[in-house]
């Protein structure tokens, strides 16, 4: 069961291709500051953008600074259905511990649609598939009975649900079951999600605040309730402020405050306005991060 905070990573970048020395030291840090798991290449790692062996290689590196201390959840999501499972062969041959993988975008399947892609990549790769449920970038958005029918696949076996609809987790629980690990997508709303039978959360903000992060999460699991809501409020303002604009721009900004990578994103998103750089900065002064 994958649970607690992990991080969905972003991807530090040169003006030639990825930055492959800033990303190690990225994942090697956030493991030590207590992520429980690290996503790369999802949409906060601009996989969009990323040429194919890019990916392949963010992946391998991944999974090479990881070293088993935490699980390597490899974004091998698209709309062509071959494409997808192409990714995840190669996420299951660089020793990935599972795929997360998006609904597809843009091509608009019905339900249907999405269940035979999903059975498509669950029955030409042994590996665990985490499903990725974001309407809001995907347009359109899982049924719980398609979830539901997806389950009974041996290897079909959680979701990262970024509907920031609160009464899904319980619903998807009652239907499916307590075994089915329901992850949180959307950070504002992760310690609400637990509290509906969530396991955890797939965090953009744990790019910049792993510890707190990390720390409001085992604070919910002691059952220390008191900790928990302090440390949900002291993030609060981050969660707002990393969502002004188009992520990751203003996560990345983050990352560069901290000195861990360049804020560099790639066309068709820019870097984010003065405004919102100086609301992340404000942001993290008031959670501790930076002074």
């Given at each position: 069961?994958?649970?607690?905070?992990?991080?969905?990573?972003?991807?530090?970048?040169?003006?030639?291709?990825?930055?492959?020395?800033?990303?190690?030291?990225?994942?090697?840090?956030?493991?030590?500051?207590?992520?429980?798991?690290?996503?790369?290449?999802?949409?906060t790692g601009e996989s969009p953008t990323l040429s194919h062996p890019e990916h392949e290689r963010v992946v391998e590196l991944c999974v090479e600074v990881a070293k088993g201390?935490?699980?390597?959840?490899?974004?091998?999501?698209?709309?062509?259905?071959?494409?997808?499972i192409s990714l995840t062969r190669h996420a299951k041959k660089a020793g990935a511990d599972a795929a997360l993988v998006v609904t597809p975008y843009y091509n608009k399947p019905t339900q249907e649609g999405l269940y035979q892609h999903y059975r498509a990549i669950h029955d030409a790769v042994d590996l665990p598939i985490v499903i990725y449920n974001i309407p809001g970038r995907s347009v359109i958005d899982m049924s719980i009975d398609t979830m539901a029918r997806l389950a009974e696949l041996p290897r079909i076996v959680g979701v990262k649900d970024a509907t920031a609809d609160l009464v899904r987790p319980l619903a998807t629980r009652l239907r499916i079951g307590p075994e089915f690990c329901q992850l949180s997508g959307e950070d504002a709303t992760a310690t609400?999600?637990?509290?509906?039978?969530?396991?955890?959360?797939?965090?953009?903000?744990?790019?910049?605040?792993?510890?707190?992060?990390?720390?409001?999460?085992?604070?919910?699991?002691?059952?220390?309730?008191?900790?928990?809501?302090?440390?949900?409020?002291?993030?609060?303002?981050?969660?707002?402020?990393?969502?002004?604009?188009?992520?990751?721009?203003?996560?990345?900004?983050g990352a560069k405050l901290l000195g861990l990578s360049d804020d560099r994103v790639r066309l068709p998103l820019v870097p984010p306005g003065e405004a919102t750089r100086n609301a992340v900065r404000e942001a993290m002064v008031f959670a501790g991060l930076i002074n």
């Open positions: 069961m994958f649970k607690g905070s992990i991080v969905a990573l972003i991807t530090p970048f040169t003006e030639s291709g990825v930055d492959d020395k800033a990303f190690q030291g990225f994942v090697d840090w956030q493991i030590r500051e207590g992520t429980q798991g690290v996503v790369p290449c999802g949409t201390r935490v699980p390597v959840i490899a974004g091998t999501g698209s709309n062509s259905t071959e494409e997808a609400a999600f637990l509290a509906q039978g969530g396991h955890g959360c797939i965090s953009v903000t744990a790019n910049v605040a792993p510890r707190l992060c990390a720390e409001m999460h085992a604070a919910w699991a002691e059952g220390n309730l008191k900790r928990m809501e302090a440390l949900r409020d002291l993030l609060m303002p981050l969660h707002r402020a990393l969502f002004l604009e188009t992520s990751p721009g203003p996560v990345k900004y």
